[in-house]
């Protein structure tokens, strides 16, 4: 153990007490006021979703609603109806006779939450109750497939709903078939791992946070249920804003993805930190903020945990397609600079 | 509002789905050892007091930390904290200052007059404590507060053991040393000065002891063989260091030769330069990174201007000059001469060869065994006489303060028992919290604060502290660096990443507990808990 | 208050009546004129309170309505054809959910091939959805129905379609009678809902129901739709106190009382049947018509007790089960049935994709069903040497081709058929 040996001034030994270092990144820390903690850490939040519902063991669908209902309640002081599209989060929240909803909540069909939750938010203004908000929420299926046209209406028209799409790449309700939002290479039930190119092929997909940001909307994010705080600060900020609003989190499922199901968060996190999941912010067609990779790893460090990328590794050689996984992550680093050369904690 | 059947819902219906019926795993909080508290010789519970600092309850931290040791002004001084170099925080950036946190601690205590909680009723049981060294007071602090009547009895004309004598002031002021050792005292300890113990089993019967410690340390420096000159000048280190504390500052002349690789070279040499030496060289026989001598201290003498002549052996002394041999390591690592001869020139000779303990008080006391010049003792520190305990320099032992203070420590519970009759048991330890158990992505990045270290100037030209303190903000910024590694810290995490909203937050202070109604067992809250403090256990199926 | 008005209009400023508090617009023909009726009311203030939202698809018009309603708002919307069809999930899921939403239906034939004309056949697609189906005979039923619809709907908390002839209804100018705002107010009250989403009471609206209680709501969906059958004419009822005018209700007869022959029909052709009748009477043939006005709930008793006394009934219909025959007459059949002396049935398919049905033709039509009854359904002027040309082409040809190009080619070469 050697201790320092140079000479410091005063002003070198004083480092400002700007870190709560032990809890920086954690749901809460005892140290911070309660105002600066997470709504996830207090005694009080809303459990908007809450216990007895069906998801699998580690569904980051569930903890990723419950994580932005929650924010969204708080934000808006519990005036908050949701709208939620056909799909894993409604079917294993309300089968008859349970609900583990405990907000106004509406499922009308697969295609059509955004469309649906512009009629709840037309009715709250015309009975003139603007504190009622709207939320509408789906999964990718039903929201960057099925969904999109009702998508696009919405955010055409500009109507006061927030839309919150829980991204985990595919129809996984179904029994895991593939979305427009299943990654390149990932074996679905529709994409199986079979053939010369096993797996989702290249040049498909769409990003539908990009294309919100193309309709110029007042405010679109991506997010994931590895960085709570984050999340939070977006789902707040964008209750704050009136106008059409989208939302993309990255949820893993265990089940779909072939993960441990206590690697939900630690999938969420190597996703972002391998650059495959840009996390950015961007309002009126202008990215505005993004999230900064803290500590990056390569995109192998994350398929690995995941048997629906398991005939990449066969008989223990890497897959060529593996570079352009890599690839496609040093893309979103550069597009949208994510690494910083300065290396200062996020 | 109606429902209509089957289409609408009630809020709360879905609490009679008892989830956790899917469970093969069921999740415990668990305790586990911090590797900073089982790296502690003294068994400080070194996160314990650590969490109290953190929220800026330093009174409440330096009570914690004072359960088990009573000194932490001169821990945080001259402990080697292996508490540091066992600390998980590495695995990040560096290990948290809990040296220097203690320290701040301690000074605090000292500012402010902060005691100790008066002792409980009278026991009506006397303990002797022989020596008033670390290893005594700490033995005479824990006694005291078991409610026993504890007398110290010093040979020496003030308390301190190696703390006064052996360790130089610019490491230990003498302030803060009488401060700590007078709280101590404050709890009704006496203790004699200049009365060495010539008998210790007539010491006890003639006082009326139900129990003795002997904390005599080891005081008598080893000698070598050294041919000398008449007119040489040939010291040894426990003799400088001692009479650094008298009136009389010893006369070492302009160039001093200090013969020995350990702390206590470094100590007589940089005290040389302090004294006008010209030049202070350290004679060892084998290189650097084998001195038993710590680094830093190493790093601090060199900047000090301290030379080092490695691989020397002192072949004889002159007055005015030494010959050394030149040696060289062979190939398992020990010098050998090579025949090669050198003179240096020295004013004098202080030899730092270690220390060997006196033993004269156990004469004619049966059952004690000693072997290798110290006492055996039992893992309850007792001596083979019963009722005879001992610890600190003179038992088998790394010989630091902190070790003895720690010997103190569990003596005076061992003797506790013994004078009740009964058997202290530690309770079991947990599992160590190591490196692996721990999810470090939760901590933020937080370099390690630099204590700051008085100029080199000044340093050599008075015995002013050389290493200072952290100032309030920086100590509270160290604190909070700890991991609380194994131990929940309440941050919520498990309660937060539960998908199943399956963990009930008790209210601050009260932690957590699993809701095994609904939790399903998917292992997020164990992955995700930061300090290792949750555990995945196989339900019974 | 008398206008002089086209038929859309006067629904619009009917609806606007209402006081509907959400509507939903997207184009298509023939109901077109209707929503953008109503989008002029509101842009001029004349109707307040109101939301208008240009939808990007039929799909999306009763999807907005649906969470309209849901959220406790009066909604609105109207389609035809195509439309309907692109709607037709949300069409179950707004009458499976209970919401009371009123949708007009400018009647008009579904492609392929695609056809803008009147007919019968989109209405027919959701007969099962579990909506109300009323049929407006005329423009002033038209607005009357609209009215009723939004009385019915809530009370009854199931959705309504009211279905007008598209052109021949819609586009045409007449004269109409558009009732006040305060008589509207004094017959339909503000939406009181049954369920509805409000923070303050939340619940969870829309839930999966499985093999254990799925029955259940089904039942419960067909029992309110009887509770129909009495609400309907109850409401027609009240109606004619409070707007002077008989209109609506299951369903009226013309001349039936001592009619050997009763024809049964829906919508505008009624007027040409009427006339028709009228011309046999003066021949002295005792014929008569039932005017169906509420499909759904389709009348069983009602219509059994004004057919139980004739001899033949002649169903004419705009439409078609392809491979099966008539919808109407099919579901006219289950009113005969279990009469002990049950008439005979005819049943005739006219008016497909706008061809206009001539009293010529309904004379003939109505003679050959005593004289000359045929089996299964009748196509009403079907131009027989068309098809029959077309079959032995591809007889002889096994080639696939659209039958539509064919024809129109034929026909092209061909004689026209018999025009009066």
């Known amino acids: 153990m050697t201790p320092p040996v140079a000479t410091l001034t005063p002003e070198e030994t004083v480092q400002k007490l700007k870190y709560y270092q032990k809890g920086t990144f954690t749901v809460g820390n005892r140290l911070v006021a309660e105002a600066e903690r997470t709504v996830q850490a207090s005694q009080d939040r809303s459990n908007a979703l809450t216990c007895g519902h069906r998801a699998c063991q580690g569904c980051g669908e569930a903890l990723g609603a419950r994580y932005a209902i929650d924010a969204a309640m708080r934000a808006t002081n519990n005036n908050l109806i949701a709208v939620n599209a056909t799909g894993c989060l409604e079917v294993f929240t309300t089968p008859y006779p349970e609900t583990s909803w405990q907000l106004p909540w509406l499922h009308s069909l697969f295609g059509n939450a955004a469309a649906v939750a512009t009629g709840v938010a037309a009715a709250m203004r015309v009975k003139k109750r603007p504190e009622v908000r709207v939320i509408a929420q789906g999964g990718d299926g039903g929201t960057t497939d099925i969904g999109f046209q009702c998508l696009s209406g919405m955010f055409e028209r500009n109507d006061d709903v927030l839309y919150i799409c829980y991204d985990n790449e595919g129809y996984m309700n179904t029994g895991v078939q593939r979305s427009s939002a299943t990654p390149p290479t990932a074996r679905t039930a529709t994409t199986p791992a079979l053939g010369p190119e096993p797996g989702n092929v290249f040049g498909t997909g769409k990003s539908v946070p990009k294309i919100a940001v193309a309709h110029n909307i007042p405010y679109v994010a991506t997010a994931t249920v590895a960085d709570l705080h984050d999340l939070e600060r977006k789902v707040i900020k964008a209750m704050s804003i009136h106008g059409a609003r989208y939302i993309q989190i990255n949820v893993p499922c265990p089940l779909g993805w072939g993960s441990a199901s206590h690697d939900t968060i630690r999938l969420a996190r190597l996703a972002v930190e391998c650059g495959l999941y840009p996390i950015f912010e961007a309002e009126h067609g202008k990215v505005t903020q993004v999230r900064k990779i803290r500590r990056k790893v390569p995109v192998q460090d994350y398929l690995k945990l995941q048997r629906r990328f398991a005939h990449l590794f066969k008989g223990g050689i890497e897959d060529p397609r593996i570079a352009r996984l890599q690839a496609m992550c040093d893309a979103n680093i550069a597009e949208y600079g994510l690494v910083d050369t300065t290396g200062k904690d996020g | ?541 | 208050m008398l206008k002089q008005i086209e038929g859309s209009h006067a629904m619009a400023e009917a609806i606007a009546l209402c006081r509907p508090e959400v509507i939903c617009a997207y184009p298509i023909t023939p109901q077109t004129h209707i929503v953008e009726g109503l989008g002029e009311l509101v842009k001029d203030g004349s109707l307040v309170d109101c939301e208008y939202i240009n939808v990007e698809s039929e799909f999306a018009a009763l999807s907005v309505a649906i969470g309209a309603s849901a959220a406790g708002a009066r909604a609105y919307t109207a389609t035809a054809s195509q439309g309907l069809l692109f709607m037709a999930e949300a069409v179950y899921n707004a009458s499976g959910l209970g919401l009371p939403i009123v949708m007009t239906l400018g009647n008009r034939a579904i492609g392929a091939p695609i056809n803008i004309w009147n007919d019968h056949s989109d209405a027919m697609s959701m007969r099962d959805a579990g909506w109300l189906q009323l049929f407006a005979e005329t423009n002033q039923e038209a607005v009357d129905l609209h009215i009723q619809a939004f009385k019915l709907a809530e009370e009854l908390s199931m959705p309504v379609m009211v279905c007008v002839d598209g052109f021949i209804l819609t586009h045409a100018m007449e004269r109409i009678d558009i009732p006040t705002q305060e008589q509207v107010d004094a017959y339909l009250p503000p939406y009181d809902p049954v369920q509805v989403l409000d923070p303050a009471e939340p619940a969870s609206i829309g839930a999966m129901v499985g093999p254990e209680a799925f029955t259940e709501v089904r039942f419960l969906a067909h029992y309110k739709q009887t509770l129909a059958l009495k609400l309907i004419p109850e409401f027609s009822d009240e109606f004619r106190k409070a707007f002077g005018r008989e209109s609506g209700g299951l369903l009226r007869t013309y001349r039936a009382d001592d009619a050997d022959m009763l024809v049964v029909a829906m919508g505008s052709v009624c007027g040409t049947i009427k006339d028709t009748i009228d011309e046999m009477r003066d021949d002295g043939i005792r014929i008569g018509l039932v005017v169906i006005v509420s499909f759904r709930p389709f009348p069983v008793d009602a219509l059994r007790n004004a057919l139980a006394g004739t001899k033949d009934v002649v169903v004419v219909e705009k439409s078609i089960a392809v491979g099966m025959g008539g919808q109407l007459a099919n579901n006219v059949d289950v009113a005969l049935r279990n009469l002990p002396r049950a008439p005979r049935l005819h049943s005739s398919v006219a008016g497909l994709g706008g061809r206009a049905i001539t009293r010529a033709s309904l004379h003939r039509l109505f003679r050959q069903a005593s004289v000359q009854p045929w089996e299964g359904t009748n196509f009403l002027d079907l131009n027989e040497r068309v098809v029959g040309r077309e079959i032995h082409r591809t007889r002889k040809t096994r080639r696939s081709g659209p039958t539509a190009e064919n024809i129109l080619r034929q026909l092209a070469k061909s004689v026209p058929p018999a025009a009066e």
């Not at chain 2, 005292?185 to 203790?191: G, K, N, R, S, Y």
């Not at chain 2, 650097?288 to 201290?297: Q, V, Y």
């Open chain 2, 1 to 541: 509002m109606e429902h209509p059947f089957a289409i609408t819902l009630a809020v709360g219906t879905s609490l009679i789905n008892h989830t956790g019926s899917w469970r093969t795993l069921r999740p415990e909080y668990v305790h586990r050892l911090p590797p900073c508290n089982h790296a502690c010789p003294a068994g400080e519970d070194i996160q314990g007091w650590l969490a109290q600092a953190e929220s800026g309850d330093y009174e409440a931290a330096w009570r914690a930390l004072t359960e088990n040791n009573p000194l932490p002004a001169i821990m945080g001084r001259v402990c080697y904290h292996p508490c540091e170099s066992a600390c998980n925080r590495a695995v990040l950036d560096s290990a948290v200052g809990i040296n220097s946190v203690e320290r701040f601690l301690g000074d605090l205590a000292i500012k402010n007059g902060w005691r100790f909680n008066a002792p409980p009723a009278a026991s009506g049981k006397k303990v002797l404590i022989v020596g008033a060294g670390p290893s005594g007071l700490s033995a005479a602090y824990h006694l005291a507060r078991l409610g026993h009547a504890v007398t110290i009895v010093e040979a020496g004309p003030a308390p301190g053991g190696m703390m006064r004598f052996g360790i130089p002031k610019y490491r230990l002021p003498r302030d803060v040393l009488d401060a700590e050792v007078k709280r101590i005292e404050d709890l009704a300890v006496t203790i004699k000065y200049d009365a060495k113990v010539a008998n210790i089993g007539e010491a006890m019967t003639d006082g009326g002891f139900d129990a003795a410690f002997l904390a005599v340390g080891a005081h008598i420096a080893k000698r070598a063989y050294i041919p000398a000159g008449e007119a040489a000048k040939v010291l040894d280190a426990v003799q400088v260091l001692r009479s650094m504390e008298g009136e009389d500052k010893p006369l070492l002349g302009r160039r001093v030769i200090v013969y020995g690789g350990g702390n206590t070279a470094l100590d007589v040499a940089r005290t040389a330069k302090r004294l006008g030496a010209e030049e202070a060289v350290i004679v060892y026989r084998r290189t650097r990174d084998k001195m038993p001598a710590h680094d830093f201290e190493v790093e601090e003498a060199i900047e000090e201007g301290v030379m080092m002549k490695w691989l020397s052996t002192i072949k004889n002394v002159e007055a005015g000059s030494i010959t050394v041999e030149r040696m060289a390591l062979d190939e398992t690592g020990f010098p050998q001469p090579t025949g090669e001869f050198e003179t240096l020139q020295a004013d004098s000779v202080v030899l730092a060869l270690g220390q060997d303990v006196d033993l004269s008080l156990l004469e004619g006391v049966p059952g004690l065994e000693v072997k290798d010049g110290v006492v055996q003792v039992g893992p309850n520190m007792m001596t083979g006489v019963a009722g005879i305990f001992a610890g600190g320099d003179m038992v088998p032992s790394e010989r630091t303060v902190t070790v003895a203070v720690g010997h103190g420590k569990k003596a005076a519970r061992h003797i506790d028992a013994w004078l009740r009759g009964e058997i202290y048991a530690p309770a079991p330890k947990h599992e160590i919290a190591s490196a692996d158990k721990l999810n470090t992505w939760y901590y933020g990045e937080a370099p390690k604060t630099l204590r700051p270290i008085l100029e080199l100037a000044r340093r050599t030209s008075t015995f002013e502290e050389v290493v200072k303190g952290l100032d309030e903000s920086n100590a509270l910024y160290e604190a909070r660096r700890c991991l609380s590694c194994g131990n929940c810290f309440e941050c919520d995490n498990c309660y937060g990443v539960c998908p199943d909203n399956a963990v009930i937050k008790l209210g601050p202070g009260n932690g957590f507990q699993f809701n095994l109604d609904y939790c399903k067992g998917c292992g997020i809250c164990a992955q995700e808990c930061p300090c290792g403090s949750i555990q995945m256990i196989p339900e019974a199926l």
